[in-house]
């Protein structure tokens, strides 16, 4: 038998998967920690989103801190009530944010 200098083996492989349900998975999850390290590089880093609470003296009424510096913190403050001149609505989620009526 003679050897040709034409004759080739060629040999392919082929992976074929029949589980597309995970390429779904495994994309969206790329795309969601993609989007999620977008929003922290275009806020400026991890450093700048974890030293913003607090440091702009408006924060949360239920973090414990006198935020504007008026006095009186979360409970005892007016700013943190939805009806602050009865002291009635204590609301966590509102922001101190008049440090005159901490008196």
Same mark, same amino acid.
Do not use: F
């Given at each position: 038998?003679?050897?040709?200098?034409? &004759?080739?083996?060629? !040999?392919? !492989?082929?992976?074929? $998967?029949?589980?597309?349900?995970?390429?779904?998975?495994?994309?969206?999850?790329?795309?969601?920690?993609?989007?999620?390290?977008?929003? !922290?590089? $275009?806020?400026?880093?991890?450093?700048?989103?974890?030293?913003?609470?607090?440091?702009?003296? !408006?924060?949360?009424?239920? #973090?414990?801190?006198?935020?504007?510096?008026?006095?009186?913190? #979360?409970?005892?403050?007016?700013d943190?009530? $939805?009806?602050?001149?009865?002291?009635?609505g204590? &609301?966590?989620?509102?922001?101190?944010?008049?440090p005159?009526? &901490?008196?």
């Open positions: 038998m003679s050897e040709d200098k034409e &004759d080739k083996v060629e !040999v392919r !492989v082929v992976v074929e $998967s029949k589980d597309s349900a995970s390429k779904i998975i495994l994309i969206a999850l790329t795309l969601v920690l993609l989007g999620i390290l977008i929003a !922290v590089a $275009s806020s400026g880093g991890v450093d700048e989103l974890l030293s913003k609470r607090g440091d702009s003296g !408006v924060g949360n009424c239920g #973090d414990g801190i006198d935020n504007d510096n008026g006095g009186q913190a #979360d409970e005892d403050d007016p943190c009530y $939805s009806n602050p001149k009865l002291w009635e204590y &609301d966590p989620s509102l922001t101190e944010d008049q005159d009526n &901490d008196v």
